[in-house]
């Protein structure tokens, strides 16, 4: 088996539970699996949404805040939160951690992108596991501007596999993968398995929202494999609430859909 350069991106919605708690269950076999695939000579790049649903949490209050500045507040309490809980669940199988917080203008600005790739490349060639989210405790563009960069973890996740010039990008969500309608209203909804090439079909097959713990949705998720395919990066999307399903991906078995680079 060739060793790859992997990003695997979780969502809210695999990170918490149905009451909007942490599931630690998940988390920890996520890092077991994410370890061990280590251990088999890939490199791993995990890029973790629920700042703000693990902060808001934290602080005890009621809903997910609306306001930008509780909006900053929850995610800088939600990072902290999710940090410790990385660490202390790779610690449990001798892997270190580091943590990489991004915004729109370490993107955009040359120096800033190369340096940040150079970072990238450092801890993975001495075998740390980079842990990425969008800086939102400081940048308010990338919560709520209709012109933000990232817009969500989805394209976040994208942007990265271009930087550390990935192999595969792992997208788990709540859903099994793209569908030719939405599975959670239409009961004959078939999981396609394979695209080639973005077409606006596509696209208009894809929907609205995400769930309701999650902020993004199919099309946030077609925007990152677009990003990923053009860039030669194959992209699958697939269901998280096992992460024991990264195995039969980095194997090729077909698991949700595979968006062909």
């Given at each position: 088996?060739?060793?790859?350069?992997i990003?695997v991106?979780v969502?809210?919605?695999t990170?918490?539970?149905?009451?909007?708690?942490?599931?630690?269950?998940?988390?920890?076999?996520?890092a077991?699996v994410?370890?061990?695939i280590?251990n088999?000579g890939?490199?791993v790049?995990?890029?973790?949404?629920?700042?703000?649903?693990?902060?808001?949490?934290?602080?005890?209050?009621?809903?997910?805040?609306?306001?930008?500045r509780?909006?900053?507040?929850?995610?800088?309490?939600?990072?902290?939160?999710n940090?410790?809980?990385?660490?202390?669940f790779?610690?449990y199988y001798?892997?270190?951690?580091?943590?990489i917080?991004l915004?729109?203008e370490d993107?955009?600005?040359?120096e800033?992108?190369?340096?940040?790739?150079?970072?990238?490349?450092?801890?993975?060639?001495?075998?740390?596991?980079p842990?990425?989210?969008?800086?939102?405790?400081?940048?308010?563009?990338?919560i709520?501007?209709v012109d933000?960069?990232f817009?969500?973890?989805?394209?976040?996740?994208?942007?990265?596999a271009?930087?550390?010039?990935?192999?595969?990008?792992?997208?788990?969500?709540?859903?099994?993968?793209?569908?030719d309608?939405?599975?959670?209203?239409?009961?004959?909804?078939k999981?396609i398995?394979k695209?080639d090439?973005?077409?606006?079909?596509?696209?208009e097959?894809?929907?609205?929202?995400?769930?309701?713990?999650?902020?993004?949705g199919?099309?946030t998720?077609?925007?990152?494999?677009?990003?990923?395919?053009?860039?030669?990066?194959?992209?699958?999307v697939?269901?998280?609430?096992?992460?024991?399903?990264?195995?039969?991906?980095?194997?090729g078995?077909?698991?949700?859909?595979l968006?062909?680079g």
């Amino acid at each position: 088996m060739r060793t790859m350069r992997i990003v695997v991106k979780v969502g809210t919605s695999t990170l918490t539970n149905e009451i909007g708690k942490r599931n630690l269950r998940r988390i920890e076999k996520l890092a077991m699996v994410l370890s061990d695939i280590r251990n088999m000579g890939h490199e791993v790049v995990l890029v973790s949404s629920g700042a703000i649903a693990v902060g808001a949490n934290k602080l005890r209050l009621s809903e997910r805040p609306t306001s930008m500045r509780m909006k900053q507040a929850a995610a800088a309490v939600g990072q902290c939160e999710n940090m410790f809980l990385y660490d202390k669940f790779f610690g449990y199988y001798d892997k270190t951690v580091a943590q990489i917080l991004l915004n729109a203008e370490d993107i955009r600005q040359e120096e800033k992108k190369e340096n940040l790739t150079n970072t990238f490349n450092a801890l993975l060639e001495t075998g740390v596991i980079p842990i990425v989210n969008e800086n939102d405790s400081v940048s308010y563009t990338e919560i709520e501007s209709v012109d933000r960069l990232f817009g969500d973890n989805d394209q976040l996740s994208a942007v990265v596999a271009v930087l550390t010039h990935a192999d595969l990008l792992v997208i788990l969500s709540d859903i099994d993968g793209f569908f030719d309608k939405d599975p959670r209203l239409y009961k004959d909804a078939k999981l396609i398995e394979k695209i080639d090439q973005l077409t606006p079909e596509v696209y208009e097959l894809a929907g609205g929202a995400g769930s309701r713990r999650g902020t993004g949705g199919m099309k946030t998720k077609l925007r990152a494999a677009d990003l990923a395919m053009s860039n030669g990066i194959d992209t699958v999307v697939t269901n998280g609430k096992d992460p024991a399903v990264l195995y039969d991906i980095i194997e090729g078995k077909p698991c949700g859909t595979l968006f062909k680079g």
